[in-house]
């Protein structure tokens, strides 16, 4: 649910106005961060697997350190107690925390009974909803735009810069979703690894598309 995780960041915003998008957002794609790295580290497996279902191109094979719910709790224990610390806000921290932990909801909903309750769990959970495509499409991309839409909601552009690097960054998640959903796999585990890792960018990008817009608190 890669946009959807990008929705819950979007509309974190409503919860946490005095909060900067770049923590909001990156909260929802925390365990996506930390996966590729205990992937190269070996720590946690996938294969290349055209098909598992339709939505996907590779099978995750081993990955409770990074998305098990007990230990999504503990990253988002973690993250809010760092957003708390570093913006001073206990609304950040617990917003951040809370998008942390939505992350393994929704995939909860879109995945195939592959996620674990806690590293050594033999209870794995999945709704499958990836199984459809005009399913997923259908959940995934209305959520999306109420995402943006309770961003823009909650806040105003204070110049170009706040306008347009918005609709870019919203027109390229738009687009990595499209490739994901609907092109090749990767060659291997490795590209795929170094491709989600290569979404860090959206942080600072995140970062300063809110510099340049204000809360509707603050404008009025």
Request: proline share 7%.
């Amino acid at each position: 649910m890669f946009i959807g995780h990008a929705a819950v960041g979007f509309a974190s915003k409503a919860g946490a106005p005095r909060g900067s998008l770049g923590w909001l957002l990156a909260a929802p794609f925390l365990l996506d961060f930390l996966w590729p790295v205990f992937l190269l580290l070996g720590i946690e497996n996938a294969t290349i697997e055209r098909g598992p279902n339709a939505f996907l191109n590779f099978s995750f094979d081993s990955y409770p350190w990074s998305h098990s719910l007990a230990m999504s709790v503990a990253w988002a224990l973690v993250y809010g107690a760092l957003a708390h610390f570093f913006t001073r806000s206990a609304a950040v921290g617990w917003v951040s925390a809370l998008g942390v932990v939505s992350h393994w909801i929704c995939d909860a909903i879109v995945h195939r009974p592959d996620l674990p309750l806690w590293p050594g769990s033999s209870i794995f959970v999945g709704m499958g909803l990836w199984n459809s495509v005009p399913g997923t499409l259908a959940v995934e991309l209305p959520m999306f735009a109420a995402g943006v839409w309770l961003y823009v909601k909650a806040t105003r552009p204070k110049d170009a810069v706040g306008r347009w690097a918005l609709a870019a960054l919203v027109a390229l998640l738009l687009v990595l979703y499209a490739g994901a959903a609907f092109g090749p796999p990767p060659p291997n585990m490795t590209a795929a690894a170094i491709g989600t890792l290569s979404l860090l960018v959206l942080v600072p990008w995140a970062v300063w598309i809110d510099r340049h817009r204000e809360s509707e608190d603050d404008a009025s």
